[in-house]
């Protein structure tokens, strides 16, 4: 599925402050998708979900990326960080959670390309590249689109940085996602 190349980069130092990235007062850059207009598929395949109080749980993870930062959810009982944000806690099934800020940057940890065939709506972009990310100082890993970068310009153990996605088209309130870019 990737290419393991051994001439990437050592890792960061392992006592890098986890919140070096989430607090800089440095915004991530920010890119534009759109969507189109019409739209060929029912609403349930869209890709970029529902984000108000009234179709997700989750909506604060989409409220704090939108405002420039990425996070998940932490319980309070037991302390488990899991990505994405829950609302009840796999480990100790509390419901008590707090979202806490992740940091903006990583390691590649994984990566492939679509290259034949992509999910509906995206298959102008093909080729793309997606990878696996560890972020820095946490253990958190999540998968994401590597944005500006082909195949071949990447490497396990790259360092990439986040990118925040406004989404145009059909919707009912502004939609954003999540990407990442090589630093």
Avoid: W
Wanted: aromatic share 8%; charged share 30%; with cysteine.
């Amino acid at each position: 599925m990737t290419d393991d190349h051994s001439d990437t980069d050592e890792s960061p130092d392992a006592n890098t402050n986890a919140n070096a990235s989430a607090d800089s007062t440095d915004e991530p850059d920010r890119v534009q998708v759109t969507v189109p207009d019409t739209v060929e598929f029912p609403r349930l395949l869209d890709f970029y979900e529902r984000q108000t109080e009234e179709t997700t749980e989750i909506v604060e993870f989409y409220d704090r990326l939108r405002e420039g930062s990425l996070s998940t959810t932490e319980c309070d009982d037991c302390g488990a960080v899991h990505y994405p944000p829950r609302i009840v806690c796999p480990e100790c099934t509390s419901d008590d959670l707090s979202y806490v800020s992740l940091p903006h940057e990583g390691e590649l940890h994984a990566f492939t390309e679509v290259r034949g065939t992509a999910p509906i709506g995206m298959t102008d972009d093909v080729p793309f590249a997606v990878g696996v990310v560890d972020l820095d100082g946490v253990d958190v890993r999540l998968s994401a689109r590597i944005e500006g970068a082909s195949y071949e310009d990447l490497a396990i153990g790259d360092r990439v940085e986040l990118v925040l996605v406004d989404i145009e088209g059909p919707k009912e309130q502004d939609r954003v996602f999540y990407r990442f870019a090589p630093v």
